[in-house]
């Protein structure tokens, strides 16, 4: 009883040292998905020149930070006639390259790796576009077409089918600020929580009891931890292995990659770690029923092979720099509640929170709470599910 006690203790104490770090970048978020209307994004999808992936990319950090979801929006968005390579590169954008990732990986490990992933994620979008244009052959891409028009169910296709943004016209501040704006908001903002709930408690239960039950002697081996070459060859190629057996996606796994970083991982193996919450298994099975057996191996060995590319790129830039922070430094929250700044942030934050929440009940959102498993048949058209008064 006392190893769960102190695994559950690790685990609040992180959930508390994150909450205003998460609110903040939720709502950031929630404010440019309101009004980026997905309606608009097809069509600036269409090939898979660099710059239209550099578009693809700048739309996903506009777009949901659930995995899930970003994977059946891709889906949706290859259905309309999105480039698939475009495609994947919104989904990779749209997962690890979001205002809320970069937020919390400063917080619990240094900006350092926030930087790391803004640098890794366009690196790997640009590794993946090479592969894609040796290895996907024409049938297989076609094989893969009338796959996605079956239209199977994955998970979230309800949240991946709405379109939440502001309709009016006008000036980004004028749609902002208006009622419209305050209800698409806030309609964004606990949807997206919706979506990552689940995974964020996962991730943070899991790193509590990692952290409390499993011995640091015993990654420092598994990492080789005290061989700085082997450590950084070995991280950025396992990082992605111990993601995929996880089963836990989007932020939700950042408070383990404190625990590995802790543990001895190399500064690159975190980074390929982090990537990888598109390839754990409940995802991999998504693309097998999206997109058939074959195009899911092949995305698995394309992102795996990108993912260790863009891991050792940033160790060895990020190492020639001088900019991988110490190690031996990091540490996992344990404090708990205690009156400092932390505190008045959550405090200030979750006020925040209550409002939206609040706008949110007052304009619908239990109805499109009840939504978000949705039909994948929604993701073929724009779904606009504003409801209620929005004044």
């Given at each position: 009883m006392h190893a769960v006690l102190h695994a559950l203790s690790i685990a609040g104490s992180m959930t508390w040292e994150i909450t205003w770090a998460l609110v903040l970048g939720f709502a950031l978020s929630a404010v440019v998905q309101a009004v980026v209307r997905k309606s608009?994004?097809?069509?600036?999808?269409?090939?898979?020149?660099?710059?239209?992936l550099a578009v693809s990319a700048g739309l996903g950090v506009a777009s949901s930070s659930c995995s899930y979801a970003a994977v059946a929006l891709a889906r949706a968005l290859f259905r309309r006639g999105a480039n698939f390579t475009a495609a994947m590169a919104f989904e990779i954008a749209s997962t690890n390259l979001v205002v809320e990732l970069g937020v919390i990986l400063a917080l619990l490990m240094g900006w350092q790796f926030t930087v790391a992933e803004f640098t890794g994620g366009p690196i790997m979008i640009i590794v993946l576009a090479v592969?894609?244009?040796l290895f996907l052959r024409d049938e297989l891409l076609r094989r893969a077409r009338r796959q996605a028009e079956r239209g199977l169910a994955g998970s979230m296709e309800g949240h991946a089918a709405m379109d939440m943004s502001v309709q009016r016209e006008g000036s980004f501040p004028r749609r902002l600020l208006s009622r419209e704006g305050f209800t698409a908001t806030s309609h964004v903002f606990v949807m997206e929580?919706?979506?990552?709930?689940?995974?964020?408690?996962a991730g943070l239960l899991i790193a509590g009891a990692i952290a409390a039950w499993v011995p640091d002697s015993f990654w420092r081996a598994f990492f080789f931890d005290g061989h700085p070459l082997a450590a950084k060859l070995w991280g950025p190629v396992v990082g992605p292995l111990v993601a995929l057996a996880s089963f836990v996606c989007s932020i939700g796994n950042v408070p383990l990659a404190v625990v590995l970083w802790k543990g001895g991982i190399s500064f690159g193996g975190v980074v390929a770690f982090i990537f990888a919450d598109l390839l754990i298994l409940p995802i991999l099975t998504i693309y097998r029923k999206y997109y058939g057996a074959r195009m899911a191996a092949f995305l698995l060995g394309t992102f795996?092979?990108?993912?260790?590319v863009a891991g050792y790129v940033v160790e060895f830039a990020f190492g020639g720099l001088g900019l991988i922070p110490d190690q031996t430094a990091a540490k996992v929250p344990t404090e708990g509640?205690?009156?400092n700044y932390t505190t008045w942030l959550n405090i200030v934050f979750l006020v925040l929170a209550a409002v939206l929440l609040l706008r949110f009940l007052r304009t619908g959102g239990p109805a499109m709470l009840r939504m978000m498993g949705g039909s994948p048949e929604a993701g073929h058209g724009d779904t606009?599910?504003?409801a209620?008064?929005?004044?």
């Open positions: 608009t994004v097809v069509s600036l999808l269409g090939d898979d020149r660099p710059r239209t592969l894609f244009r929580w919706a979506a990552i709930l689940r995974d964020l408690i795996y092979l990108a993912m260790v509640v205690r009156w606009d599910t504003r209620g008064n929005p004044g």
